[in-house]
């Protein structure tokens, strides 16, 4: 038996989830009868896997492994894979991707099929030391115009509202 270690991503009739050292894969549910039966649609090894979770964006899922990347959520085709920060948290706000990888980098990605775009990237200035194998999980957050990111016991507050 084999335990997800990701929250599932769910929309049209699909849900998706990965885990370490298996792969990701999707299941179409089926209702009838006072019954609901999971059928495979698709799965592969090579699909997200990180516990950081994937995002559904349109019909696209965006996820991470040791990369980056974006797949077609119906039929788990990747459109794009890439490095970016490795292994992360995801979050998607305003047609962007916030990604805190375990390593403590945070990834601004366009949220696009197309192709992997990174509009910024910022380390904090004074990250906590952590043990061997140690790594931080912690999904940033936004609130009222601020991005919060935590890693271990401490916080980083950033202001991401446009400037007039």
Same mark, same amino acid.
């Given at each position: 038996?084999? #335990?997800?270690?990701?929250? @599932?991503? $769910?929309?049209? !009739?699909? =849900?998706?989830? /990965? *885990?370490?050292?298996? +792969?990701?894969?999707?299941?179409?549910?089926?209702?009838?009868?006072?019954?609901?039966?999971?059928?495979?649609?698709? #799965?592969?090894?090579?699909? @997200?896997? $990180?516990?950081? !979770?994937? =995002?559904?964006? /349109? *019909?696209?899922?965006? +996820?991470?492994?040791?990369?980056?990347?974006?797949?077609?959520?119906?039929?788990?085709?990747?459109?794009?894979?890439?490095?970016?920060?490795?292994?992360?948290?995801?979050?998607?706000?305003?047609?962007?991707?916030?990604?805190?990888?375990?390593?403590?980098?945070?990834?601004?990605?366009?949220?696009?099929?197309?192709?992997?775009?990174?509009?910024?990237?910022?380390?904090?200035?004074?990250?906590?030391?952590?043990?061997?194998?140690?790594?931080?999980?912690?999904?940033?957050?936004?609130?009222?115009?601020?991005?919060?990111?935590?890693?271990?016991?401490?916080?980083?507050?950033?202001?991401?509202?446009?400037?007039?």
């Amino acid at each position: 038996m084999v #335990f997800s270690n990701q929250t @599932p991503a $769910a929309g049209d !009739g699909l =849900v998706y989830s /990965g *885990a370490g050292r298996v +792969g990701g894969g999707a299941v179409r549910l089926k209702a009838g009868q006072g019954t609901v039966t999971a059928e495979e649609a698709y #799965f592969d090894p090579r699909l @997200p896997t $990180a516990i950081g !979770g994937t =995002v559904l964006v /349109g *019909a696209y899922l965006y +996820g991470t492994s040791q990369t980056m990347m974006c797949e077609d959520y119906k039929t788990g085709q990747v459109k794009w894979n890439e490095r970016s920060v490795g292994p992360a948290s995801l979050l998607y706000a305003d047609g962007l991707l916030y990604m805190h990888g375990e390593n403590g980098e945070v990834a601004l990605i366009e949220a696009s099929p197309e192709a992997y775009r990174e509009r910024g990237r910022l380390t904090a200035s004074t990250p906590p030391s952590h043990k061997a194998m140690e790594q931080s999980w912690a999904y940033p957050v936004i609130a009222d115009g601020r991005l919060y990111v935590r890693d271990s016991d401490t916080m980083w507050c950033y202001d991401i509202r446009a400037s007039k």
